[in-house]
């Protein structure tokens, strides 16, 4: 492994490849969990498909047409290699938020599940699907405490030993709001020996760590291309496949039928029943170009850089007088705090119109989480493989200038 200052150095020379920093000289961007900066190679992707390639998928047997589908075929692929999956068990989506609703909805529909369960720090994307189909399906819905920020093993096998089975367990590999890395390699042995299935909500996890589907216990996993560099509107759920044949579509319509008849209607097999309609083509081939650039990059070296910015964070507003870090000590990629007497949309707002300094404020998608530590609102900072240690200092310095401007 590098040195921090060698990774530093890396990481540094890869920011050229972000054409968002050159058209915005000075721009701190700190908001990667919400959306990350796209390099010249996922833009320069969707700007060829268009200019050379643009035809509808699976559909047209002209050389425009086929040459369509195979590029989107090529992102499937490109996307079970880069998560060590099978390409069957890729699915297209719009987002993570439309792969969980696909999958609470469809779940609740097999009349399998008795039981939805949730740690309440989940993002809203992972949190209301799963209370609103349990609801609208007459299935049990168990959201589960956490203490403070973290999910702890013994709580999970508590509740676990109480629940209705069969039963979902769905949890995030990385909370959004704070960083908190959950467990749910355990948590997935633990679902699995109760009775139960687990739905891993990647959004965040996967663009910052290296991720085996085939080796993980994770029944399904969602995550959201514009999380890691790629465009916005595409998405994946991952399925293993013993679950296909169950599970029904989630939406009906064009490509994902077999046969057509008056009286019914026979769905196609595999990851094509899942995916009804036109995709977003451009959406998934910016996703490949997205994967092959971070596996050129490197996910262990990404991982160790973002560790040592989230580090660096944590130490440096912590010194700060007045500020309060709500990210547990060892969090990953985010670092959530608030001022004792600046409101979060006031400092961020400072932050953001004064110094170019980009910070996510509000709730998070994650009323919850902020309920359970007394909060309606916070600042967070997200960190990805285009920031610097630059970027950390401008962020400390800039709240300690908005500390002497409004006090
Ligand atoms: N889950 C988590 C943990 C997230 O951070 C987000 C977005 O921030 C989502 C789900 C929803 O992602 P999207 O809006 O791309 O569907």
Known sequence: MLSTDALADKFLRLRGDFPVFRENPGLVYLDSAATTQKPESVIGSIVDFYEKSNSNVHRGVYPLAE????????????????????????????????????????????????????????????????????????????????????????????????????????????????????????????????????????????????FSFRNSEIDFLAFSGHKLLAETGVGCLLMKKKFQEEIPPFLFGGEMVNWVEESDTSFAEGVSKFEGGTPNISGAISLKAAVEYLETVDMDLLEAHVANLTDLARQKLSAIPGLTIHSPENSHAIVMFTHEKIHSHDLSEFLGRRLNIAVRSGHHCSQLQLKSLGLTSSCRASFYLYNTFEDVGRLAEGIEEAVRWFL
């Open 67 to 210: 040459r369509a589908t195979s590029l989107y075929e090529n992102s499937r692929r490109a996307v079970s290699v880069f998560l060590d999956s099978s390409y069957e068990e890729v699915i297209f989506t719009k987002s993570t938020t439309e792969g969980l609703n696909m999958l609470a909805s469809s779940l609740a529909g097999t009349g399998v599940y008795k039981t939805f369960a949730v740690p309440v720090f989940e993002h809203h994307s992972n949190f209301v699907p799963w209370q609103q189909y349990a609801k609208r399906n007459g299935l049990d819905f168990l959201p589960l405490p956490v203490s403070g920020v973290e999910l702890s093993i013994e709580s999970v096998r508590r509740v676990l030993s109480q629940i209705r089975a069969p039963f979902v367990f769905a949890v995030t590999g990385l909370v959004n709001s704070t960083g908190y890395r959950t467990d749910f390699e355990e948590i997935a042995e633990l679902v699995h020996n109760h009775g139960g299935v687990i739905a891993l909500d990647g959004a965040q996890l996967i663009p910052h760590e290296r």
